[in-house]
């Protein structure tokens, strides 16, 4: 695959493929005139003066995405987005306008005449012209810019495609259009598509293993199962359907009960995956179920605070290897471990302190603010982990308030939703 100097390097080989065409059939000659070859937009080839040389001039006007290698590659990252799979290509076709400049009756159309003949002639740029044109001898080299020496590492002949050059008319409404906007006078041109041009990342990606058989193999026979066919509209695999804390709270807490329900979730060995790629933590916790193919519970371990991505890992009834069902997310909430309820005093100011202790400890980076009654109060920047959180509230007004605790948006349980009405946990302070 090429890099992103290829578009640049697409437009020097046709630069180089048109001046040494012109060379070979000595255009200049047969001109009177020396002629060169530009690739400048259309309102910078005419300098100011107005002396407008002979010259043939290649200007890149569009490029649009080739559809065929855009539909073609996979994904490039994971559902969780942190691992990259692979380096999908950018597909890219070149449009171009080629136009002849002469000063000289009839000058612009020998020279797109000839311009013209070299681009038939060479429908395909070859692995071979473009390492030719990309690779200057040794004792040019040291005369160009950084730029046009960079191209020589574009990976341009390297790329599994191969460049063709594709006639592309244009109608006169299009071409009208197009001069309009580079704002400068019309010259004799024809316009071409480069194809298709894959500018690939050198990232790396994780990597896959091959399969090793399809189902086991028979001792006897050694062919391998294949597939197996189960006359059942759910999929034999663990899947997950609903995960939810059996408190009934919308998150879950350190040490509370998760319940989780699906199907196929019976076999040995169970295990809760949790994962949260802003913490870059993967843990596994035991899983209990007694048998149950429905329904699998936890206990929540003590990790940050935050979203999760959690799934089930199991050994099936009557297989060797583990088999994992799918992610769903899982909501880890904060939890104000205080006794309540809880007294503060103002000082001389009006302000008052209130200081709490909570689970799981703050990790450093996290957004935390105190929600007194109808007022959020912040907290400070967090730099290290910790579970003891002080909050100065200025101008504190005197009374009773819930106290609620909110961590990256996530609040701590306020709502008893065993109670029947409903009820608010006792999380009170008394301001005096």
């Known amino acids: 695959m090429s890099s ?23 255009v200049s000659g047969l001109l009177g005139s020396t002629v060169t070859v530009s690739a400048l937009p259309p309102d910078r080839v005419v300098p100011a003066n107005g002396t407008e040389s002979t010259q043939i001039n290649l200007f890149l006007h569009q490029v649009t995405f080739n559809t065929g290698w855009r539909n073609h590659a996979l994904p490039s990252r994971d559902g969780s987005g942190t691992q990259r799979l692979s380096n999908p290509p950018l597909a890219l076709d070149l449009h171009y306008l080629l136009s002849a400049y002469s000063a000289e009756e009839l000058g612009s159309e020998i020279l797109l005449g000839y311009a013209m003949q070299l681009l038939h002639e060479v429908p ?47 109608s006169s409404e299009e071409m009208s259009k197009l001069w309009t906007a580079v704002q400068s006078h019309y010259r004799p041109s024809a316009a071409y598509v480069a194809t298709v041009v894959l500018i690939e990342s050198r990232k790396p990606t994780r990597p ?42 919308p998150m879950a807490t350190v ?95 009006g302000a008052a302190t209130i200081v709490l202790a909570v ?26 982990a910790t579970g003891t959180l002080t909050f100065a509230v200025a101008a504190a007004p005197p009374g009773g308030f819930l ?21 608010f946990y006792n999380y009170r302070v008394t301001i005096t």
């Open 4 to 26: 992103a100097l290829a578009i640049a390097g697409v437009t020097a080989v046709l630069r180089d493929l048109l001046n040494d065409g012109l060379i070979n059939h000595n």
């Open 124 to 170: 395909v740029l070859d692995r071979t012209a473009i390492t030719t044109a990309l690779t200057p001898s040794p004792a040019v080299d040291t005369t160009l810019p950084p730029a046009l020496r960079a191209l020589a590492e574009c990976g341009l002949a390297d790329q599994v495609e191969q460049i063709k050059l594709v006639p592309d008319p244009l």
């Open 208 to 249: 896959t293993l091959p399969v090793l058989t399809r189902g086991p193999v028979d001792p006897v026979t050694h062919l391998e199962r294949g597939v197996v066919v189960q006359a059942d509209l759910l999929p034999p695999f663990p899947t997950i359907q609903t995960v939810a804390a059996t408190s009934g709270q």
């Open 255 to 349: 040490g509370a009960t998760v319940e989780i329900t699906g199907h196929h979730l019976d076999g040995t060995n169970p295990t809760i995956l949790l994962s949260n790629s802003r913490f870059e933590i993967n843990q596994a916790v035991p899983a209990t179920g007694g048998g149950s193919s429905v329904k699998a519970s936890f206990t929540v371990p003590s990790v940050p605070a935050g979203l999760y991505q959690l799934a089930l890992q199991v050994i099936p009834l009557g297989e060797s290897n583990p088999r994992t069902s799918n992610t769903l997310a899982l909501v880890i909430g904060p939890e104000i471990t205080t006794a309540m309820p809880i007294a503060v005093a103002r000082d001389g100011s």
């Open 359 to 384: 689970q799981p400890p703050i990790q450093p980076g996290q957004s935390v603010s105190l929600l007194l009654g109808t007022q959020e109060v912040p907290h400070g920047a967090i730099t290290v």
């Open 403 to 423: 106290l609620r605790l909110r961590v990256d948006g996530i609040d701590s349980p306020i709502i008893d939703r065993s109670a029947v009405p409903p009820a």
